[in-house]
């Protein structure tokens, strides 16, 4: 079973920061791919962004520019750093990671309960 757990959200004003941090524990060999999505009231959830365990990133065109991801491999963190914020980033933020035990050769899917970001107009 593995464990992710958010935080970092909580209300800032328009073209202000944030930073999200979401911590993995549980039973994990390694870590693939681990990625932040945002779902706000009535829409999809969304890839926000991702990063994968050689450090290589990918952004959505509406946070392209703002957003940096990161992870710190050695704590089984990621981390969104979140600027120039904009009533349209509210949303419930939520982390998820692909990982697997020592003697698994398939990549399981884990997804955090999120952490909300609100961005008042």
């Known amino acids: 079973q593995v464990q992710l757990v958010e935080s970092g959200g909580g209300l800032v004003q328009a073209g202000g920061s944030l930073r999200l941090s979401c911590a993995a524990s549980?039973?994990?060999?390694?870590?693939?791919?681990m990625g932040w999505y945002r779902q706000a009231p009535g829409n999809q959830r969304e890839l926000v962004a991702f990063?994968?365990?050689?450090?290589?990133?990918n952004y959505a065109d509406s946070v392209k520019g703002r957003f940096t991801i990161s992870r710190d491999n050695a704590r089984n963190t990621v981390y969104l750093q979140m600027n120039s914020l904009k009533p349209e980033d509210t949303a419930v933020y939520l982390c998820?990671?692909?990982?697997?035990?020592?003697?698994?050769?398939?990549?399981?899917?884990?997804w955090g309960q999120g952490t909300q970001v609100t961005v008042p107009s």
């Open positions: 998820n990671a692909q990982t697997r035990s020592r003697w698994s050769s398939a990549w399981n899917n884990y």
């Open positions: 549980g039973s994990i060999f390694s870590i693939n791919v």
């Open positions: 990063i994968t365990s050689g450090g290589s990133t």
